[in-house]
Nanobody
Framework: QVNLVQSGGGSVQAGGSLRLSCAAT????????MKWARQTPGKARELVSI???????VYTDSMKGRVTISQDIAKNTVELQMHDLEIEDTAMYFC?????????WGQGIQVTVSS
């Protein structure tokens, strides 16, 4: 079992920046990747970015170039730095990990981008 607690997020004007943070506790030694996803009402959760223990990263096309994922393996934390935010980026953002063949998600945090 892995527990995830998120922080950050909030409201920002278009073009602004936000940083999301997430801390994992529990069976963290079994984590094989950390990730961020987002979801808007009525839509499926969309993967935003993945980071592997090796440091390899993957980004979704819709946010590529505007987000940076980073991790601190020793602290079991993952962050998502977002900039040049667009109104369409408004969503609930979730951090997640894959561990022991299961996905675990944080509680979600709202990001609202206004004009």
């Amino acid at each position: 079992q892995v527990n995830l607690v998120q922080s950050g997020g909030g409201s920002v004007q278009a073009g602004g920046s936000l940083r999301l943070s997430c801390a994992a506790t529990g069976s963290t030694s079994s984590i094989s990747l950390m990730k961020w996803a987002r979801q808007t009402p009525g839509k499926a959760r969309e993967l935003v970015s993945i980071i592997y223990p090796s440091g390899r990263t993957v980004y979704t096309d819709s946010m590529k170039g505007r987000v940076t994922i980073s991790q601190d393996i020793a602290k079991n934390t993952v962050e998502l730095q977002m900039h040049d935010l667009e109104i369409e980026d408004t969503a609930m953002y979730f951090c997640g990990v894959h561990a022991n063949q299961a996905d675990y998600w944080g509680q979600g945090i709202q990001v609202t981008v206004s004009s």
